[in-house]
């Protein structure tokens, strides 16, 4: 996938009740994701292995290669099991 500099990024992991969102990050620069990946893995062979994928290292090698930056983000929550939440 390319990421164009500016745009916002919803980094998730999992599926079905696994499903998580991890953050929100607006991208420094244009990117290839299958290109950065690969060059991670250059630089940390063993998390290419099955079950061995760290997400906060990886994060956290995005910032420091300063492809993103973190932004500060709110979650408003509007329904629950088809029922919206007043409350957010």
């Given at each position: 996938?390319?990421?164009?500099?500016?745009?916002?990024?919803?980094?998730?992991t999992g599926d079905y009740s696994d499903y998580g969102i991890l953050d929100t990050f607006r991208a420094l620069r244009d990117f290839d994701t299958k290109e950065v990946i690969e060059c991670y893995f250059t630089k940390y062979p063993l998390q290419s292995e099955?079950?061995?994928?760290d997400?906060?290292?990886?994060?956290?090698?995005?910032?420091?290669?300063?492809?993103?930056?973190?932004?500060?983000?709110?979650?408003?929550?509007?329904?629950?099991?088809?029922?919206?939440?007043m409350d957010g």
């Open positions: 996938m390319k990421i164009s500099k500016g745009q916002l990024i919803l980094i998730s099955q079950y061995e994928f997400d906060d290292i990886f994060i956290l090698w995005l910032i420091s290669e300063q492809l993103v930056v973190e932004l500060e983000t709110v979650e408003w929550k509007i329904s629950s099991y088809s029922t919206v939440d």
